[in-house]
């Protein structure tokens, strides 16, 4: 017989979303244990980007700056905490296609919203590596958190305090009671799913409508191409240093898989192929689905029936600035019944 552990939270998925949970839970002094399996890879393969600019419109992400405001000391509490770089500051150019574009730059500018990212002075492009006969529109105060080596020491971390099991979490052998719910030795008062797009196998909320995405990157090696922003065409092209770039990403809505395509590697070589004219060798090709909603707005809050049992997903493709506003705000709502916004709360649906 194994011995009984009582927490205050089983956490179900360590990715983003779970890490910002148990981030609250540490925060608050709550116990609990985490379930992991590497079936998703979302947060492990993201680009990383924080950006409150939607780069097609040149218009405010949803909520955007707030939670950037939010999310920068989050992640660096964790660089202490994890002892280790995490977030690297660095601007987006976006490239222009069109006068057209480069007016509706202008435009975005005296978005008073947006002045503290958005540079008014068209920039322009002197790498002959580069096509961009429109020149550039630099977004300032941008930059990446590198996520797969946040969740390579925050797995370390928790593997160190015994707090994660590498294991299926399986949904069948989940007691629950008004007041507590049980998983074979272990009781909790709660339990926060957080599995990304493993959510479609979760019988308590499978039938919320996530509209997953597939995306596919791959790295490459270019000594030619000297760039030290992040280029945003068709693709975006981010320097990772020593001549290493990330290119990305594609959208897929109908494969569910993990796995790297020839069709994805394909597409993506095509867009390159018209943004930059030097050569170059592909060095790594990833894939990962994000766990997009129908309408586009995070998934959080209970089960209907079952209180004790919350969700935190649907952070889309901007899985980076969400997560640490989402946690919280989950957190609140389940330990002091603070109410959750109806925008984002499942019973929207
Ligand atoms: C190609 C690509 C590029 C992206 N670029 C960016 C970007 O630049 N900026 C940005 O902000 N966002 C980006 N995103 C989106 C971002 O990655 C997601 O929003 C975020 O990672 C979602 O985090 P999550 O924790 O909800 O899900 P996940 O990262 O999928 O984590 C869920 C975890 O739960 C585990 N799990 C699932 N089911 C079970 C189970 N039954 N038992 C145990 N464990 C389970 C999974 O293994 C996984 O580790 C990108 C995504 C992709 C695919």
Request: net charge positive; proline share 4%; charged share 20%.
């Amino acid at each position: 017989m194994h011995k009984i552990m009582t927490v205050d939270y089983i956490v179900v998925g360590l990715g983003l979303a779970g890490i910002a949970f148990i981030e609250q839970l540490e925060k608050n002094n709550k116990s609990y244990v985490v379930f992991e399996n590497h079936s998703q890879n979302s947060s492990k393969v993201a680009g990383g980007m924080f950006n409150p600019v939607i780069l097609k419109r040149f218009t405010p992400v949803w909520n955007g700056i707030k939670q950037i405001e939010i999310a920068l000391p989050f992640y660096k509490t964790l660089e202490k905490k994890l002892n280790c770089n995490l977030i690297e500051y660095v601007n987006i150019y976006r490239n222009f296609k069109s006068i057209e574009e480069q007016n509706n730059w202008f435009i975005a500018c005296d978005n008073p919203i947006l002045s503290k990212y958005l540079d008014a002075t068209i920039i322009t492009n002197h790498n002959k590596h580069i096509i961009a006969p429109f020149g550039y529109g630099k977004v300032k105060n941008t930059g990446k958190i590198y996520t797969k080596k946040l969740i390579e020491n925050y797995t370390s971390l928790l593997l160190k305090k015994e707090k994660l099991k590498y294991e299926t979490f399986n949904y069948n052998k989940l007691q629950i009671t008004a007041s507590s719910i049980s998983y074979e030795n272990i009781n909790a008062k709660k339990i926060v799913f957080a599995e990304g797009y493993g959510m479609i196998n979760n019988p308590f909320f499978k039938n919320l409508p996530l509209k997953e995405a597939k995306g596919e990157l791959i790295e490459i090696y270019a000594p030619d191409l000297k760039i030290d922003f992040l280029l945003k065409s068709a693709i975006f092209i981010m320097p990772l240093g020593n001549d290493y770039y990330k290119i990305g990403a594609t959208f897929n809505w109908k494969d569910k898989t993990n796995q790297p395509t020839k069709e994805g590697k394909q597409e993506l070589i095509e867009k390159l192929n018209k943004t930059i004219t030097c050569s170059y060798k592909i060095t790594n090709h990833m894939a990962g689905i994000r766990p997009t909603v129908k309408d586009r707005r995070p998934l959080i809050g209970v089960h209907k029936t079952h209180e004790n049992i919350a969700i935190l997903n649907g952070l889309g493709t901007r899985g980076v600035m969400l997560a640490p506003t989402l946690a919280s705000i989950l957190f609140q709502h389940l330990e002091n019944n603070q109410p959750i916004d109806s925008e984002i709360n499942i019973n929207r649906f």
